[in-house]
């Protein structure tokens, strides 16, 4: 059985997957001719980044999910530190790439390697860290949770409504935000 709490985390890695991968085609690509739209796009994919899965989708996973699986299973203690490790580093790291990306912006192409490295170092990190949740995580939480912890995982995982995953109806509050990276976002990445 697939509990709605696993189904809402893989579309939410789904869609933040689809997002990273897309900030590597926009800085792979570069801002070409037109500059100012490229970075106010990658801004935005920034702030979905820092608003949405820092703020709503890590925490649930570091205080609810987490420590079920790690008194149940507690094989997977080591990865589950590194997790939460991960998390509490997590928005340090979008913020550095929002600065770098700042600096590009506002001093020149003297600041475009060290961005591009950050990216690089990010989009690894966050897709490895992903991967580890999907692998080892989620497999033993099916294992060892209750039907009593699924309902109260369900219950919280629910409340998430991540925008991008195309799921959920927008929240008035990032519908602007969807269709700005959408619409402004060259293709294949957006409709720009």
Known sequence: MLHESIQIIHDEHAALAAML???GMMVERGPGQKSENFFEVLRAMLFYIDEFPE???HPKESELLFPQVARLAPETAATIARLDQDHLSGEAGVRQLQHLLLAWELIGASRRGPFEAAVQRYLTFYLEHMRLEETVILPA???VLSATDWQELDAAFATNCDPLTGKYPLDPA????YTRIVSSAPAPI???
């Not at 990032?174 to 935000?177: G, K, N, R, S, V």
């Open 21 to 23: 991968r897309s900030i």
């Open 55 to 57: 703020r709503l989708h």
């Open 141 to 143: 939480a099916l294992n």
């Open 174 to 177: 990032y519908e602007c935000l």
């Open 190 to 192: 957006g409709l720009g």
